[in-house]
């Protein structure tokens, strides 16, 4: 996938995103995909761990920065995918419910 591309191609038609903090659910494919792209011009200094693969999922893990710029705090996270066909069709998302 190249840098001017949709990135939304790589989700199914019924992609969901959820935050587990919150219970909030986004759906779609076009929904989920700007959700992501605000929250990370909301997400500073990010740090991935490496990701762990297996036959229909796969987890991420990570930290960024605090909000709050005057906090020196990091903010936990970590991201389920659940694959199907090749694309992902369903994501939680734990630790950034309040990013």
């Known amino acids: 996938m190249g840098r001017d591309e949709d990135f939304a191609e790589c989700f199914t038609a019924d992609v969901t995103w959820l935050i587990a903090d919150t219970g909030e659910v986004i759906d779609g494919p076009d929904a989920v995909r700007d959700y992501i792209v605000a929250l990370h011009t909301r997400m500073a200094d990010t740090q ?24 020196d705090r990091r903010i936990n996270y970590c991201i389920a995918y659940d ?7 369903a994501m939680r998302c734990y630790g950034l419910g309040t990013v």
């Open 48 to 71: 991935g761990r490496d990701a762990v693969v297996g036959d229909g999922y796969v987890y991420l893990e990570g930290d960024c920065a605090a909000t709050d710029p005057s906090s």
């Open 83 to 89: 694959m199907r066909d090749n694309h992902i069709a």
